[in-house]
Nanobody
Framework: QVQLVESGGGLVQPGGSLRLSCGAS????????MRWYRQAPGNQRELVAT???????NYADSVKGRFTISRDNAKNTVYLQMNSLNLEDTAVYYC??????????????WGHGTQVTVSS
């Protein structure tokens, strides 16, 4: 009943910027934490950034100062603004949300990912 859909991925030059979006839809009562993860080939899935319901953020050391996570609660959407991209940022980026459905059930939902490729 609940879906998360990422968008905004693509090919970008080193040093460039990209903005990812992830919208949650369906029978959602509330969303607490929203997160962005990424996974590069051969690597484990890595937590990139987290934002809670009070808009408090946390970032992986590798992206601090370059990435910004934000959310629009009215739209059930989380964003990831990525600046100064480098080759190591190449990965499939996934959004994740901890939420309560309208029938009172807790869920941790995942999107299917969007590819970000940083290449010259």
């Amino acid at each position: 009943q609940v879906q998360l859909v990422e968008s905004g991925g693509g090919l970008v030059q080193p040093g460039g910027s990209l903005r990812l979006s992830c919208g949650a839809s369906g029978s959602i009562f509330s969303i607490s934490n929203m997160r962005w993860y990424r996974q590069a080939p051969g690597n484990q899935r890595e937590l990139v950034a987290t934002i809670n319901s009070g808009a408090i953020t946390n970032y992986a050391d590798s992206v601090k100062g370059r990435f910004t996570i934000s959310r629009d609660n009215a739209k059930n959407t989380v964003y990831l603004q990525m600046n100064s991209l480098n080759l190591e940022d190449t990965a499939v980026y996934y959004c994740n949300a901890d939420l309560i459905t309208t029938d009172g059930r807790w869920r941790s939902e995942w999107g299917h990912g969007t590819q970000v490729t940083v290449s010259s």
